[in-house]
T-cell receptor, first 113, second 114 residues
Framework: DAGVTQSPTHLIKTRGQQVTLRCSPK?????VSWYQQALGQGPQFIFQ???????QRGNFPDRFSGHQFPNYSSELNVNALLLGDSALYLC????????????FGSGTRLTVV | GENVEQHPSTLSVQEGDSAVIKCTYS??????FPWYKQELGKGPQLIID?????GEKKDQRIAVTLNKTAKHFSLHITETQPEDSAVYFC?????????????FGSGTQLTVLP
């Protein structure tokens, strides 16, 4: 049974560009959350999607946006990239009502130059 | 919002010794406290969790204790093995179900020396 799949694994972008990261949740999961993990830090919550809508949002600017598709997969979009956006972006999936069953993917390493 | 502090940031122990990592949280409404292990190149993996209505939980060599009054919780690993070497994160959250959005500590790099 595949867990959470994220693509790409690594990405290099230039300041000012836009980026899209993708996440396929674990089979049977319907909720996707995104986290940003800067080097040497713990993950920080960006937002959560359920039933194709953003349900909760952390303290991130509007440059960060997302989408959830009918098959529960999700995308994270970041516009006008800044050097400070360089981080590991983690996707976590869960089944609604079972946040404790949250499973993380291995992440996408984004480097902004 | 919630703030979670984690100590120490690095910890080295001899194989077979015990390791203890401590966290404090600020929001008295927090009711769920998971611990994650993150190996290089991988995402965080849940190793144990505890809810606010329980003071201690154990799973083989791993145990977690919670002191709600003092707002701190700890991870205890006994009989450490080299494969326990990784970064460990504590986290706290309020709410239930998928509303349990996590606030993480800054992590502890545990090294088990053979």
């Amino acid at each position: 049974d595949a867990g959470v799949t994220q693509s790409p694994t690594h990405l290099i972008k230039t300041r000012g560009q836009q980026v899209t990261l993708r996440c396929s949740p674990k089979s049977g999961h319907d909720t996707v959350s995104w986290y940003q993990q800067a080097l040497g830090q713990g993950p920080q919550f960006i937002f959560q999607y359920y039933e194709e809508e953003e349900r909760q949002r952390g303290n991130f600017p509007d440059r960060f946006s997302g989408h959830q598709f009918p098959n529960y997969s999700s995308e994270l979009n970041v516009n006008a990239l800044l050097l400070g956006d360089s981080a590991l972006y983690l996707c976590a999936s869960s089944l609604v009502g079972d946040g404790a069953g949250r499973v993380f993917g291995s992440g996408t390493r984004l480097t902004v130059v | 919002g919630e703030n979670v502090e984690q100590h120490p940031s690095t910890l080295s122990v001899q194989e077979g010794d015990s390791a203890v990592i401590k966290c404090t949280y600020s929001d008295s409404a927090s009711n769920y406290f998971p611990w994650y292990k993150q190996e290089l190149g991988k995402g965080p993996q849940l190793i144990i969790d505890i809810r606010s209505n329980v003071g201690e939980k154990k799973d083989q060599r791993i145990a977690v204790t919670l002191n709600k009054t003092a707002k701190h919780f700890s991870l205890h690993i006994t009989e450490t093995q080299p494969e326990d070497s990784a970064v460990y994160f504590c986290a706290a959250s309020t709410g239930g179900g998928s509303a349990r959005q996590l606030t993480f500590g800054s992590g502890t790099q545990l090294t088990v020396l053979p």
